[in-house]
């Protein structure tokens, strides 16, 4: 391999070198001299990995990892290399990760370390810098690079040969991380760095420039701990079990269970064994208030050992008790063989002889000497022979400990073989009468093997069940972490929603809230400083539920991913349609009770229909970003095809409900169907339009021009946008619409789609203030108009260019009302009304009965200016009645306003005020600018009328706020008029001149533009 290396780096590019063969003989090192029992593919695999072929197949998908990159250095002699890497896969294995790839070449000689991969237990950022910190304590590695992020772990290679590994960007900038870290230095990036600070000491961190990330990194120095870091922790002793609980904080709350906690611990140091049983999901507390008992355990100077279950330990037998068993025996795995057995001989002392045949079974499963690997597999041991060494454990841990107190906490007991489980119960039967045994696990997926339902049936036993967090214990989680006294109710009904009372879950859910400065302090009192859509939590609590992901076999894995591609909620009929795998209802069924009971779903509808939902949007987010690319696309793709079939005749008359098309537009971007995406964005718009949900058409709209791939249905989209801010009395919108069509030069393409440019042309004029631009503009308009209609062929060009003629003389005569020729328009108007009643078809959102009532709402306005009230509420009455008629809202807010301003006009005060609200909730409703500014208008009026100026001055600011911000320029020099009437009344000459400037100006300035 060295010369391999060597050769490479010699040779030029392109070319080949041929390095000589060595003639020095490389001695082989016989590392099992005594033959045994044959090995199986377990023993060259990790447990983890053997965990996860045992609950499925290894799912090539996306994970939260955290990949170390760690430079050794190669022994001169290649027999030692097996002795270090051995020692490396011990202490990366306790610390619940994967010593993936050993890299030999001319870079240097790398260990490549996975944490996440292919079980998560969710603290992975700390357990990677932990395990970085001892290896280089240990003098096993030089230095060390550590990332996290989302990587691809899964297969790679041909039928024949391939491997489980990781690939994605933080593996390679691990890599560079690891090249730039001096000798004796550990680089972590900043998101590790923030994931773990407060468990582990940084330097201040740099920006930092490597390969892909032209615009820098932020790198930070992992600093080692100090003698007084050590003992705010625990203590910094890296051998077997003593490892600092890095995931441990301090616990807030469950104080019931805490007291309990140490009761136990006073009765087992006053010489009375207790047991001390938690329950609970990952990320709940458990490592905590264990870590927390431990730390204070050895604080009063007391033994306490630690330990966890690996996934994949079930198969060998006192798993969890082998690292304690060998630090009682003060052996330490670094140690040379030769040095191992004489630590274990000198520990046998005083052993009683009846128990010496079954040491050799002790030996086996300690992993000393020869017989290392003889107790691989349970069935290696019988009855007698298990009961046996579970007597000799119990027996020498009483004889090692004597009448010293003893605490051992194991976590995951969940993973525990039955012989560790048996030697629990023994220990409390015959073990160490000072002996504390804690220990912890998550909640079953099936009834308790028998040693475990023994151990909670012991007298001594105080078991508990750890849930959510209760309110007061919430909020009070919420002061310690926030450093105050109360929280505005805001917050912390924010929190909870989003967390629901798991501790984790709220610690770091506040920390991505402070780092996003949207937590204010002031005077002891935190509160939302702004809105927090789309905050998630972090990575850390992505690991948790990672961890409980997990535990799933293949199948209900699968499910869990198909279902987050339906979304947060999803129906029982629609993931069964969908599911690749086709499983039948029932098995189904049977993997949704088993999600909820990991709390990962819950039932959110019972009956006919069944509705399951993510308990947490975290759980949605980590099951749909584990899906690869390619399945995430197959997978929506499935869905749209359900929907389009289910709703095959309602969508073929574009009458499907709305919630249809927004299900069809969300899955087919995922499903990257761009064509078919606009398609139904243009048809939900058309029917979003068509019920006034104005702001909803809009985004219908906007989604379908950003993939429309032609120009004729671009301009389409354009032109209906034009048509829904016209009606919407959004002409600054309107403008930009406007000018976008023009650069598309629809008219050299479409006669039809010219003829709509032209007439919302003449709309923007005549809002803008420009009459005599429109009076000038119209009569050629009608003219273009009425040519094309005669050379139209098709009948819905016909029917659609006649209704534009028609809407063109109606603004045309209105324009001339606001030039004093009201009985031109009155005329005009009228002869419109009566080719409205003869003409029939549609032209976008215009129609024979939208023209009508336009017109009997002008001449409601001819007849108020000619004083005649009676007559111009009967015209706007008219008009509402079309509009009641035709679902017009639109028409019912310009006839309301009509009717309270001759309602006004006759003094019915009443009368006014309640058509002014009317006009004002409908035009709100529909988000029809020029709508409220009316409306506003006419509130302001009849304040001033009834004497209250003040009010009047004040809705009147607010109508010409928003009409300008609208575009709706003749409205907004109107209500500066108004204004300035206000003013003067209130004898502020000079206020009311500067009103009139200001109405002066804005119609002078739009003039000017046009």
Request: aromatic share 6%.
């Amino acid at each position: 391999m060295i010369a391999a290396a060597a050769a490479e780096q010699a040779s030029v590019r392109d070319g080949v070198l041929v390095a000589p063969s060595s003639t020095t003989p490389i001695p082989v090192q016989q590392s099992y001299p005594a033959p045994g029992p044959p090995l199986s593919w377990e023993h060259f695999l990790s447990p983890s990995f053997v965990e996860r072929l045992r609950l499925g197949a290894l799912i090539a998908e996306y994970r939260w990892t955290t990949p170390v990159f760690a430079r050794f250095e190669l022994p001169a002699d290649p027999t030692a290399l097996h002795h270090v890497v051995a020692q490396v896969q011990a202490v990366v294995l306790r610390w619940g990760g994967w010593l993936n790839e050993i890299e030999v070449g001319d870079k240097g000689s790398v260990f490549v370390l996975l944490f996440g991969a292919p079980l998560a237990r969710g603290d992975e950022p700390s357990r990677a810098v932990g395990c970085s910190l001892e290896l280089l304590d240990q003098g096993l590695i030089l230095k060390a690079g550590i990332t996290l992020g989302w990587l691809f772990v899964g297969a790679v290679g041909c039928e024949r040969r391939r491997v489980y590994t990781a690939q994605g960007d933080d593996m390679n900038l691990a890599a560079h991380l690891m090249h730039l870290a001096p000798m004796g230095a550990i680089l972590a990036s900043g998101r590790v760095r923030s994931v773990v600070q407060g468990r582990f000491a940084f330097s201040t961190p740099n920006l930092i420039a490597v390969k892909g990330h032209q615009e820098g990194v932020p790198v930070a120095q992992v600093l080692r701990p100090t003698t007084g870091q050590a003992a705010q922790q625990t203590a910094v002793d890296w051998s077997h079990s003593r490892i600092s609980f890095v995931s441990a904080q301090r616990v807030v709350g469950r104080e019931a269970l805490r007291a309990g906690m140490a009761a136990a611990a006073a009765a087992a140091s006053a010489g009375r064994r207790a047991l001390l049983l938690l329950e609970g999901e990952s990320g709940i507390g458990k490592t905590s208030l264990l870590g927390e008992l431990l730390l204070h355990w050895r604080q009063a100077g007391q033994r306490g050992l630690r330990a966890e279950c690996s996934s994949g330990g079930a198969p060998t037998p006192l798993a969890v008790w082998r690292s304690l068993l060998l630090e009682l025996c003060g052996i330490d795995e670094s140690m040379p063989p030769h040095m191992q057995r004489s630590r274990f001989n000198a520990a046998m002392e005083g052993l009683p002889q009846t128990l010496w045949p079954s040491v050799p079974l002790l030996i086996a499963v300690l992993g000393l000497g020869a017989q290392r690997h003889a107790a691989h597999r349970m069935t290696q041991f019988d009855a007698a022979e298990s009961a046996a060494l579970v007597r000799l454990c119990a027996l020498l841990m009483s004889l090692w400990v004597g009448k010293k107190p003893l605490l051992i906490v194991i976590d995951d007991l969940h993973w525990a073989d039955l012989l560790s489980l048996e030697l629990a119960n023994e220990l409390m039967l015959s073990g160490p009468s000072h002996l504390c045994l804690a220990l912890s696990h998550r909640p079953l997926d099936s009834s308790p093997p028998k040693p475990l339902a023994m151990l909670r049936a012991h007298p001594h036993c105080l078991q508990a069940s750890l849930g959510r967090l209760r309110p007061h214990e919430t909020l009070a989680l919420m002061c310690e972490e926030l450093k105050v006294t109360q929280i505005d109710p805001e917050l912390g009904r924010q929190v909870e929603r989003h967390t629901e009372g798991q501790p984790l879950f709220i610690k770091e859910y506040l920390r991505e809230l402070r780092l996003r400065t949207l937590i204010a302090i002031e005077d002891g009192v935190a509160r939302l400083n702004g809105p927090v859509s789309g905050v998630q939590v972090s990575s850390m609590a992505q690991g948790v539920i990672q961890a409980r992901v997990d535990r799933l076999d293949a199948a209900t894995r699968m499910t869990l991913k198909v279902a987050a591609v339906l979304g947060k909620s999803f129906q029982l009929r629609l993931l069964l349609a969908v599911h690749p795998a086709h499983p039948n209802a029932d098995t189904l069924c049977q993997q949704l009770h088993q999600l909820a009971a990991l709390q990962i779903i819950e039932l959110e509808l019972d009956g006919p229909e069944q509705v399951y939902r993510f308990k947490h949007g975290i759980a949605h987010e980590v099951a749909y970003a584990s899906l690869l690319f390619g399945q995430r696309r197959m997978l929506h793709a499935a869905v749209v095809h359900y929907y389009a079939t289910f709703h095959a005749t309602e969508i073929a008359a574009d009458s499907a409900p709305l919630a249809v098309y927004d299900a069809l537009i969300a899955h087919l971007g995922p499903a990257e169907d761009w064509v078919a995406r606009a398609h139904y964005c243009h048809i939900a718009a058309r029917i979003a339009t068509r019920q006034f949900a104005t702001a909803l058409a809009l985004r219908y709209i906007d989604q379908a021009l950003a993939t429309t791939p032609t120009a004729a249905t671009h301009s389409d989209l354009l032109l209906l946008r034009s048509a829904v801010n016209e009606r919407a009395g959004s002409y600054a919108s309107l403008a930009e619409d406007l000018s976008q069509l023009a650069n598309l030069h629809i008219g050299q393409r479409d006669r039809l789609r010219a003829s709509y440019l032209a007439y919302f042309r003449l709309r923007l004029l005549l809002a803008s203030g420009s009459e005599l631009a429109v009076a000038s503009a119209a009569p050629a308009l009608r003219q273009q108009l009425q040519r094309r209609l005669r050379r139209a062929t098709a009948d819905a060009e016909r029917d659609a260019l006649a209704i534009l003629c028609l809407a063109s003389d109606a603004t045309y005569a209105a324009a001339l009302g606001l030039l004093g020729a009201q009985r031109r328009a009155q005329r005009l108007l009228l002869r419109t009304l009566e080719h409205c009643q003869q003409t029939s078809g549609s032209a976008l959102l215009l129609s024979p009965n939208v023209v009508a009532a336009y017109c009997y709402d002008q001449l409601g306005i001819l007849a108020l200016a000619a004083d005649c009230p009676t007559e111009a509420l009967n015209y706007h009455s008219a008009s509402l009645a079309l509009g009641r008629q035709t679902d017009d809202w639109s028409a019912e807010t310009r006839a309301r306003v009509g009717r309270g301003w001759a309602f006004l006009v006759r003094q019915e005060f009443g009368d006014a005020e309640l058509e002014a609200r009317a006009s004002l909730a409908t035009s709100s409703a529909i988000n029809d600018r020029v709508g409220q500014a009316e409306a506003l208008r006419l509130l302001a009026a009849l304040s001033a009328a009834q004497g209250d100026l003040f009010t009047a001055e004040r809705d009147a600011h607010y109508a010409v706020t928003i009409s300008a911000r609208a575009g709706a320029h003749l409205v907004e020099a109107q209500i500066w008029a108004d204004i300035a009437d206000y003013f003067a009344a209130q004898g502020q000459a000079e206020a009311a001149v500067g009103a009139r400037e200001e109405a002066a100006r804005v119609r002078r300035g739009e003039e000017a533009v046009h």
